[in-house]
C-alpha cells in the first residue's frame, strides 16, 4: 500500500496543480472520485491490467461524460505509464492536498447511534476550536462501540467510545 501511495504521489500533485491553476478544483475533485471508484472496481481493475486494452480505451472507460480535456489528458498520461491502477490513491492524496489548500478538515464521526444534527454541530464547533480550520464532518454508525464515538480526521483520532474505554480498562488491568 506505501509502495503505491509513494508512486500516486507525484501524479497526485500534478492533478492537484494542474486543477489549482484552471482554477476547478471542485470539477477535478468530482472527476477523480469517479474515475477512482470505477478503477476501484474488481472487474475494472483487472481489464486495466490487460494489455489488449489500449489507453484511448481506458481513458475513455475511466472519464465522466463532462470531464474536461485536461482531465483526459491527464487520465492519458497516466494509461501510458500503466498507472491508472493507482486512481483511488490518486484520488485521496488530491483530496489532502485540496482540504490543506482550503484550509477545511475532514472528519469521520463514528458513532453507536445515530446522531442528531445538534450534536453534530457541536462535534463540527469543537473541532473547529481545536484545529482552527473548517471542519467537514461525514457521520457513520457502528454498534459495536457500544456507546459514545470515534472522531478520526486523519491525523488525529479521538476515541470516547464505551468499546474503546473497555479495551483501555483491560489493558490497564491485565498491567
Known amino acids: ?3 503505491a501511495l509513494t508512486l500516486a504521489r507525484p501524479y497526485a500533485r500534478a492533478a ?3 486543477a489549482r491553476d484552471e ?3 471542485d470539477a477535478w475533485s468530482q472527476a477523480l472520485a469517479f474515475s477512482a471508484q ?3 472496481d474488481p472487474r475494472v481493475a483487472s481489464l486495466l491490467l490487460n494489455p489488449e486494452l489500449g489507453d484511448e480505451a481506458a481513458t475513455a472507460l475511466l472519464a465522466p461524460q463532462d470531464a474536461g480535456d485536461s482531465f483526459r489528458r491527464f487520465l492519458a498520461v497516466l494509461a ?3 498507472r491508472l491502477p493507482l486512481l483511488p490513491e490518486i484520488a485521496g492524496l488530491f483530496e489532502q492536498l485540496r482540504a490543506e ?3 477545511v478538515v475532514r472528519a469521520r464521526v463514528t458513532s453507536a447511534t445515530e446522531l442528531s444534527a ?4 457541536k462535534i463540527r464547533g469543537a473541532l473547529r476550536r481545536r484545529f482552527g480550520r473548517e471542519v467537514e464532518v461525514e457521520q457513520a454508525v ?6 459514545g464515538a470515534v472522531i478520526d480526521t486523519g491525523d488525529v483520532v479521538i476515541d470516547g467510545s464505551l468499546k474503546g474505554k473497555l479495551a483501555r480498562l483491560q489493558t490497564a488491568l491485565a498491567d
Open 118 to 121: 445538534d450534536e453534530l454541530e
Open 38 to 40: 470505477v478503477a476501484a
Open 80 to 82: 501510458e505509464a500503466g
Open 1 to 3: 500500500m506505501s509502495q
Open 16 to 18: 492537484f496543480g494542474a
Open 23 to 25: 482554477g476547478r478544483l
Open 142 to 147: 457502528d454498534a459495536s462501540l457500544i456507546g
Open 101 to 103: 489548500e482550503q484550509r
